[in-house]
């Protein structure tokens, strides 16, 4: 029912900012909640950001908060992750993703939580 395609990614210095776009086709995306994960080599994708629907709930992963804001534009059916103060551990692959609204306890920060997503922008933070 949704797809969506990353773009934005690309080579930073560390303090550096980077705004990663992530667009949607489909007639409902303005109904899913978006998050946002990333996986760097070896390791799980881990959670990043939430936004909720309607755009007015947001949640972070602690490594993440107050450098990086996701943000939504429904009539432009495109979600947002503006990172500021970049740092190379930051470096990975980000994905966007699509899930219901409300879901399972927990499902919110899981990548079972999601049920489309992205193909996935590299991220690449020099020191």
């Known amino acids: 029912q949704v797809q969506l395609v990353e773009s934005g990614g690309g080579l930073v210095q560390a303090g550096g900012s980077l705004r990663l776009s992530c667009a949607a086709s489909g007639r409902t995306f303005s109904s899913y909640a978006m998050g946002w994960f990333r996986q760097a080599p070896g390791k799980e994708r881990e959670f990043v950001a939430r936004?909720?629907?309607?755009?007015?709930?947001?949640y972070y992963a602690d490594s993440v908060k107050g450098r990086f804001t996701v943000s939504r534009d429904n009539a432009k059916n495109t979600v947002y992750l503006q990172m500021n103060s970049l740092k190379p551990e930051d470096t990975a692959v980000y994905y966007c993703a699509a899930g219901p609204a409300v879901g399972p306890a927990g499902a919110w920060r899981r990548v079972y939580g999601y049920d489309y997503w992205g193909q996935g922008t590299q991220v690449t933070v020099s020191s």
């Open positions: 936004i909720s629907s309607s755009g007015g709930i947001t």
